[in-house]
C-alpha cells in the first residue's frame, strides 16, 4: 500500500474512532438525567428577586473574634489563588461588627482542549457575618462576563441561571444555553461553603 492509499484509509477510520471514543467517554442518558436532579429546581435560590446562596458554618466553641480571624484569613487567601482575577480583593473588613465582605473575580471552565477554551468570568459578592459558635456565609450579587475575546456578553444570575432562566419550560432538565452555567456555579457554591466549613473545624 503507498503512502496515497495509507491516508486516505486513515482519514475513513478517523469516523469511526471518534464515534467508538465518544461513546466510550459519554456518560449514558439515564445516569446523566439522574445526576442533574441537584441543579433543578430550587437548587438556585432567590431573595426578593435576587439569586443568593446562603449557609450557616457550625464553628463549636469559637468566639465571633476568633471565627472573624480565621473566615478574614481564608477569605483573603481566596482573592490570590490561580483563577482569581486582580479585581479579587476584600472590601470591608469589619471586627467591631464581626462582617466581611469580599468582592471575586474568576474564571469558570465549561471546557478545555487543544481546540476549545469555553470560559467565562463569574463574579460575586462573599458576604460573612460571624457569632459566637457559627457564622452566616452568603454568595450574592452574582454576574458572568462572557465570550470576552469575540463577542463579549454580561448575564445577571436572575436572568440567567434562575430556575425561569436555567431550566427547560418542564424544569426537567437544564437549559440547553445557560444551564451549563448554573451547574458550574452551584458546583463553585458547593466547593466554597465546603471548603470554609472545613477550615472551621480546623
Given at each position: 500500500?503507498n503512502?496515497?492509499?495509507?491516508l486516505?484509509?486513515?482519514l475513513?477510520?478517523?469516523p469511526m474512532?471518534?464515534?467508538?471514543q465518544?461513546n466510550?467517554?459519554?456518560?449514558p ?12 429546581a430550587?437548587?438556585?435560590?432567590e ?7 446562603e449557609?450557616?458554618l457550625?464553628a ?10 480565621r473566615?478574614l ?8 489563588t490561580s483563577?482569581?482575577?486582580?479585581q ?6 469589619d ?10 473575580q474568576e ?8 481546540l ?12 460573612a457575618?460571624c457569632?459566637?459558635g457559627?457564622?452566616?456565609l452568603?454568595?450574592m ?8 475575546e469575540r463577542?463579549?456578553?454580561t448575564?445577571?444570575?436572575?436572568e440567567?441561571?434562575?430556575d425561569k432562566y436555567?431550566l427547560?419550560k ?9 444551564g451549563k452555567?448554573r ?10 461553603f ?8 480546623q
Amino acid at each position: 500500500m503507498n503512502m496515497k492509499h495509507l491516508l486516505i484509509t486513515l482519514l475513513m477510520l478517523l469516523p469511526m474512532a471518534a464515534t467508538a471514543q465518544n461513546n466510550a467517554w459519554e456518560k449514558p442518558a439515564s445516569e446523566t438525567a439522574a445526576n442533574d436532579q441537584k441543579y433543578l429546581a430550587g437548587a438556585v435560590p432567590e431573595v426578593d428577586g435576587h439569586v443568593l446562596f446562603e449557609t450557616t458554618l457550625k464553628a463549636p466553641g469559637k468566639t465571633a473574634d476568633e471565627i472573624y480571624d480565621r473566615l478574614l484569613d481564608l477569605m483573603t487567601q481566596l482573592t490570590k489563588t490561580s483563577n482569581q482575577m486582580e479585581q479579587s480583593h476584600v472590601a470591608v473588613a469589619d471586627k467591631e461588627k464581626h462582617q466581611i465582605i469580599a468582592n471575586y473575580q474568576e474564571w469558570l471552565v465549561f471546557k478545555n482542549t487543544a481546540l476549545v477554551l469555553d470560559r467565562t468570568r463569574l463574579i460575586y459578592h462573599l458576604v460573612a457575618d460571624c457569632r459566637d459558635g457559627e457564622a452566616t456565609l452568603k454568595m450574592m450579587r452574582i454576574y458572568f462576563f462572557y465570550d470576552e475575546e469575540r463577542n463579549p456578553t454580561t448575564y445577571k444570575a436572575e436572568e440567567w441561571i434562575n430556575d425561569k432562566y436555567g431550566l427547560n419550560k418542564k424544569k426537567t432538565k437544564l437549559a440547553r444555553v445557560s444551564g451549563k452555567f448554573r451547574r458550574k456555579t452551584i458546583d463553585r457554591k458547593d466547593y466554597l461553603f465546603e471548603k470554609f466549613q472545613e477550615f472551621l473545624n480546623q
